[in-house]
Protein backbone atom coordinates (compact mmCIF):
# COMPACT_ATOMS: atom_id res chain seq x y z
CA UNK A 1 0.00 0.00 0.00
CA UNK A 2 1.03 3.81 -1.08
CA UNK A 3 2.62 5.40 2.29
CA UNK A 4 1.69 9.41 2.01
CA UNK A 5 1.40 11.90 4.58
CA UNK A 6 -1.82 10.68 6.17
CA UNK A 7 -0.25 6.77 6.95
CA UNK A 8 2.25 8.90 9.01
CA UNK A 9 -0.12 10.65 10.42
CA UNK A 10 -2.22 8.17 11.49
CA UNK A 11 1.07 6.00 12.68
CA UNK A 12 1.27 8.55 15.21
CA UNK A 13 -1.78 8.70 16.29
CA UNK A 14 -2.19 4.73 16.98
CA UNK A 15 1.56 4.15 17.83
CA UNK A 16 2.50 1.86 14.78
CA UNK A 17 6.37 2.93 14.79
CA UNK A 18 7.34 4.68 11.47
CA UNK A 19 10.10 2.76 9.47
CA UNK A 20 12.64 5.16 7.42
CA UNK A 21 15.69 4.78 5.59
CA UNK A 22 17.99 7.01 3.37
CA UNK A 23 18.28 5.88 -0.17
CA UNK A 24 20.34 7.39 -3.00
CA UNK A 25 19.83 5.55 -6.46
CA UNK A 26 17.52 2.90 -8.08
CA UNK A 27 18.47 -0.54 -6.97
CA UNK A 28 18.76 0.49 -3.20
CA UNK A 29 15.24 2.13 -3.19
CA UNK A 30 13.84 -1.02 -4.82
CA UNK A 31 15.17 -3.63 -2.19
CA UNK A 32 14.43 -1.07 0.85
CA UNK A 33 10.76 -0.22 -0.80
CA UNK A 34 10.12 -4.03 -1.45
CA UNK A 35 10.80 -4.88 2.45
CA UNK A 36 7.88 -2.72 3.09
CA UNK A 37 9.29 0.63 4.58
CA UNK A 38 7.14 3.09 5.21
CA UNK A 39 9.42 5.99 4.13
CA UNK A 40 12.73 6.56 2.28
CA UNK A 41 14.54 9.91 2.89
CA UNK A 42 17.01 11.35 -0.29
CA UNK A 43 19.49 12.17 2.19
CA UNK A 44 21.80 15.40 1.85
CA UNK A 45 24.39 13.05 3.30
CA UNK A 46 24.73 11.68 -0.22
CA UNK A 47 27.56 14.03 -0.09
CA UNK A 48 29.42 11.80 2.18
CA UNK A 49 27.76 8.22 1.35
CA UNK A 50 27.81 8.63 -2.49
CA UNK A 51 30.15 11.74 -3.27
CA UNK A 52 32.82 11.06 -1.14
CA UNK A 53 32.58 15.08 0.48
CA UNK A 54 33.36 15.54 4.61
CA UNK A 55 29.97 17.39 4.87
CA UNK A 56 26.60 17.95 3.34
CA UNK A 57 27.78 21.31 2.79
CA UNK A 58 28.73 20.89 -1.06
CA UNK A 59 25.52 19.20 -2.06
CA UNK A 60 23.62 21.10 -5.14
CA UNK A 61 20.18 21.09 -5.97
CA UNK A 62 21.66 18.84 -9.04
CA UNK A 63 22.86 16.32 -7.40
CA UNK A 64 19.31 15.99 -4.99
CA UNK A 65 17.05 16.01 -7.84
CA UNK A 66 19.70 13.89 -9.98
CA UNK A 67 19.41 10.96 -7.21
CA UNK A 68 15.77 11.91 -6.15
CA UNK A 69 14.68 10.84 -10.01
CA UNK A 70 16.49 7.54 -9.68
CA UNK A 71 15.16 6.77 -5.96
CA UNK A 72 11.46 7.58 -7.17
CA UNK A 73 11.85 5.32 -9.89
CA UNK A 74 12.52 2.39 -7.44
CA UNK A 75 10.04 3.32 -4.93
CA UNK A 76 6.87 1.81 -5.31
CA UNK A 77 4.83 2.55 -2.32
CA UNK A 78 7.22 4.33 0.04
CA UNK A 79 6.70 7.98 1.27
CA UNK A 80 9.84 9.41 -0.81
CA UNK A 81 11.21 12.82 1.20
CA UNK A 82 14.13 14.90 -0.13
CA UNK A 83 16.31 16.84 1.50
CA UNK A 84 16.84 20.18 0.24
CA UNK A 85 20.55 21.09 0.20
CA UNK A 86 22.19 23.72 1.84
CA UNK A 87 21.76 27.53 0.64
CA UNK A 88 18.87 26.62 -0.93
CA UNK A 89 15.95 27.64 1.26
CA UNK A 90 18.64 29.73 3.83
CA UNK A 91 18.20 32.65 1.10
CA UNK A 92 14.93 33.25 0.97
CA UNK A 93 11.12 31.84 1.08
CA UNK A 94 11.07 32.39 -2.80
CA UNK A 95 13.97 30.24 -3.34
CA UNK A 96 12.64 27.77 -0.71
CA UNK A 97 9.66 27.39 -2.81
CA UNK A 98 11.31 27.31 -5.91
CA UNK A 99 13.70 24.74 -4.75
CA UNK A 100 11.03 22.56 -3.20
CA UNK A 101 9.09 22.71 -6.13
CA UNK A 102 12.00 20.92 -8.12
CA UNK A 103 12.18 18.23 -6.21
CA UNK A 104 8.66 17.40 -6.28
CA UNK A 105 8.21 18.00 -9.60
CA UNK A 106 11.78 17.10 -11.53
CA UNK A 107 12.67 14.80 -8.55
CA UNK A 108 9.30 13.34 -8.18
CA UNK A 109 9.26 13.44 -4.39
CA UNK A 110 6.16 13.74 -2.34
CA UNK A 111 7.85 16.07 0.26
CA UNK A 112 11.04 17.58 1.16
CA UNK A 113 13.12 17.80 4.70
CA UNK A 114 14.88 21.10 5.61
CA UNK A 115 16.97 22.04 8.74
CA UNK A 116 16.38 24.47 11.25
CA UNK A 117 13.79 26.08 13.68
CA UNK A 118 12.52 29.02 14.26
CA UNK A 119 14.65 30.49 11.63
CA UNK A 120 12.80 28.45 8.58
CA UNK A 121 9.14 29.02 9.87
CA UNK A 122 8.66 31.34 7.09
CA UNK A 123 10.30 28.96 5.02
CA UNK A 124 8.33 25.79 6.17
CA UNK A 125 5.12 27.78 5.68
CA UNK A 126 5.51 28.92 2.51
CA UNK A 127 6.28 25.56 0.92
CA UNK A 128 3.50 24.24 2.75
CA UNK A 129 1.08 27.03 1.18
CA UNK A 130 2.51 25.57 -2.09
CA UNK A 131 1.06 22.48 -1.28
CA UNK A 132 4.26 20.06 -0.60
CA UNK A 133 4.42 18.65 2.88
CA UNK A 134 7.39 19.42 4.67
CA UNK A 135 9.62 17.39 6.96
CA UNK A 136 11.59 19.62 9.69
CA UNK A 137 14.73 18.50 11.21
CA UNK A 138 15.89 19.48 14.69
CA UNK A 139 19.00 18.83 17.15
CA UNK A 140 22.38 17.66 15.73
CA UNK A 141 21.60 19.81 11.81
CA UNK A 142 24.53 18.41 10.16
CA UNK A 143 24.08 21.91 7.83
CA UNK A 144 25.03 23.98 10.83
CA UNK A 145 28.45 21.49 11.45
CA UNK A 146 30.50 24.87 10.92
CA UNK A 147 28.15 27.07 13.60
CA UNK A 148 28.29 24.14 15.79
CA UNK A 149 32.21 23.57 15.82
CA UNK A 150 31.83 19.38 14.63
CA UNK A 151 29.05 16.90 14.94
CA UNK A 152 28.02 17.14 18.38
CA UNK A 153 24.73 15.95 20.73
CA UNK A 154 22.66 18.64 20.95
CA UNK A 155 20.18 19.53 23.71
CA UNK A 156 22.40 18.78 26.36
CA UNK A 157 22.19 21.83 28.59
CA UNK A 158 18.81 23.51 30.20
CA UNK A 159 18.96 26.35 27.78
CA UNK A 160 19.52 24.45 24.80
CA UNK A 161 16.71 21.89 25.50
CA UNK A 162 14.27 24.37 25.99
CA UNK A 163 15.43 26.11 22.78
CA UNK A 164 15.10 22.34 20.53
CA UNK A 165 11.32 22.00 22.20
CA UNK A 166 10.02 25.67 21.57
CA UNK A 167 11.68 24.82 17.96
CA UNK A 168 9.68 21.87 17.66
CA UNK A 169 6.59 23.69 18.43
CA UNK A 170 7.02 26.47 15.97
CA UNK A 171 8.17 24.32 13.60
CA UNK A 172 4.60 22.27 13.82
CA UNK A 173 2.83 25.35 14.30
CA UNK A 174 4.21 26.25 10.40
CA UNK A 175 2.69 23.04 9.25
CA UNK A 176 5.46 20.76 9.01
CA UNK A 177 3.86 17.27 9.02
CA UNK A 178 6.86 15.09 11.12
CA UNK A 179 10.22 16.44 12.00
CA UNK A 180 13.62 14.07 12.70
CA UNK A 181 15.57 14.81 15.77
CA UNK A 182 18.79 13.80 15.46
CA UNK A 183 21.47 13.68 18.33
CA UNK A 184 19.38 14.80 20.82
CA UNK A 185 18.94 12.87 24.09
CA UNK A 186 16.95 10.25 24.56
CA UNK A 187 14.31 11.89 27.05
CA UNK A 188 14.27 15.11 25.69
CA UNK A 189 13.40 13.59 22.19
CA UNK A 190 10.56 11.51 24.60
CA UNK A 191 9.21 15.21 25.69
CA UNK A 192 8.94 16.59 22.48
CA UNK A 193 7.04 13.36 20.96
CA UNK A 194 4.79 13.72 23.76
CA UNK A 195 4.41 16.96 23.57
CA UNK A 196 4.17 17.15 19.09
CA UNK A 197 0.55 16.13 17.37
CA UNK A 198 3.17 15.69 14.49
CA UNK A 199 5.43 12.39 14.19
CA UNK A 200 9.19 12.72 15.48
CA UNK A 201 11.57 10.16 13.45
CA UNK A 202 14.59 9.48 15.58
CA UNK A 203 18.43 9.31 14.73
CA UNK A 204 20.46 9.17 17.78
CA UNK A 205 17.73 9.92 19.65
CA UNK A 206 16.62 6.53 21.65
CA UNK A 207 13.26 4.99 21.09
CA UNK A 208 10.62 7.22 22.45
CA UNK A 209 9.99 8.70 19.35
CA UNK A 210 7.61 7.61 16.76
CA UNK A 211 9.44 6.26 14.24
CA UNK A 212 13.65 5.64 13.38
CA UNK A 213 15.58 5.98 10.44
CA UNK A 214 18.86 5.66 9.50
CA UNK A 215 21.88 5.93 6.74
CA UNK A 216 21.61 2.63 5.27
CA UNK A 217 25.53 2.42 4.62
CA UNK A 218 25.95 2.63 8.47
CA UNK A 219 23.30 -0.18 9.34
CA UNK A 220 24.42 -2.66 6.49
CA UNK A 221 28.03 -2.27 7.25
CA UNK A 222 28.78 -0.57 4.13
CA UNK A 223 30.32 2.39 5.66
CA UNK A 224 33.87 3.47 5.21
CA UNK A 225 35.86 5.11 8.27
CA UNK A 226 33.82 6.66 11.56
CA UNK A 227 30.23 4.80 12.06
CA UNK A 228 28.33 7.05 14.52
CA UNK A 229 27.31 5.18 18.26
CA UNK A 230 23.69 5.29 17.30
CA UNK A 231 24.35 2.98 14.10
CA UNK A 232 22.86 -0.13 14.78
CA UNK A 233 24.81 -2.78 12.11
CA UNK A 234 21.57 -4.97 11.60
CA UNK A 235 23.79 -6.99 8.67
CA UNK A 236 27.37 -6.93 7.34
CA UNK A 237 26.63 -6.31 3.83
CA UNK A 238 30.55 -4.86 3.31
CA UNK A 239 31.63 -8.27 4.39
CA UNK A 240 29.51 -9.85 1.84
CA UNK A 241 30.76 -7.38 -0.99
CA UNK A 242 34.58 -7.48 -0.19
CA UNK A 243 33.87 -11.96 -0.17
CA UNK A 244 31.96 -12.06 -3.43
CA UNK A 245 34.92 -9.31 -5.08
CA UNK A 246 37.74 -10.99 -3.85
CA UNK A 247 36.40 -14.30 -5.40
CA UNK A 248 35.76 -12.59 -8.77
CA UNK A 249 39.39 -11.49 -8.77
CA UNK A 250 40.61 -14.55 -8.12
CA UNK A 251 38.38 -16.87 -10.34
CA UNK A 252 38.71 -14.72 -13.14
CA UNK A 253 42.36 -14.44 -12.51
CA UNK A 254 42.80 -18.30 -12.36
CA UNK A 255 40.19 -19.18 -15.14
CA UNK A 256 37.69 -20.62 -13.44
CA UNK A 257 34.88 -17.77 -14.31
CA UNK A 258 33.36 -17.74 -17.12
CA UNK A 259 32.37 -21.33 -16.60
CA UNK A 260 30.53 -22.86 -19.69
CA UNK A 261 27.18 -21.69 -17.81
CA UNK A 262 27.91 -18.49 -18.21
CA UNK A 263 28.74 -18.77 -21.40
CA UNK A 264 26.65 -18.20 -24.66
CA UNK A 265 26.78 -20.91 -27.80
CA UNK A 266 27.27 -21.40 -31.63
CA UNK A 267 26.82 -23.93 -33.95
CA UNK A 268 30.10 -25.49 -34.87
CA UNK A 269 29.32 -25.23 -38.67
CA UNK A 270 29.70 -21.54 -38.58
CA UNK A 271 32.63 -21.84 -36.40
CA UNK A 272 34.10 -23.95 -38.90
CA UNK A 273 32.99 -21.34 -42.02
CA UNK A 274 34.68 -18.73 -39.96
CA UNK A 275 37.79 -20.09 -39.18
CA UNK A 276 37.81 -21.73 -43.08
CA UNK A 277 37.28 -17.72 -44.13
CA UNK A 278 40.20 -16.78 -41.81
CA UNK A 279 42.83 -19.05 -43.57
O1 LIG B 1 20.81 13.48 5.16
C1 LIG B 1 20.42 12.55 5.88
O2 LIG B 1 20.64 11.36 5.63
C2 LIG B 1 19.64 12.90 7.06
C3 LIG B 1 19.44 11.83 8.07
C4 LIG B 1 20.68 11.67 8.87
C5 LIG B 1 18.26 12.09 8.91
O3 LIG B 1 19.25 14.01 7.20
Known amino acids: MKNTVATILKQKQSGEKITMLTAYDYTTARIIDECGINSILV ?6 TMLGYDTTLPVTMEDMIHHTKAVTRGAENAFVVADMPFMSYQTSTYDAVVNA ?5 EGGASAVKLEGGAEVCEQIRAIVDSSIPVVAHLGLTPQSVNAFGGFKVQGKTLERAKQIIEDALKIQEAGACAVVLECVPAKL ?16 AGNGCDGQVLVYQDMLGLTTGHTPKFAKMFADAGEAFRKGINAYIEETKNGTFPAQEHTFSIDDDIIAEIRGDLK
Not at 197 to 203: K, L, V, W
Open 43 to 48: GDSLGM
Open 101 to 105: GRLIK
Open 189 to 204: AEIITEKLSIATIGIG
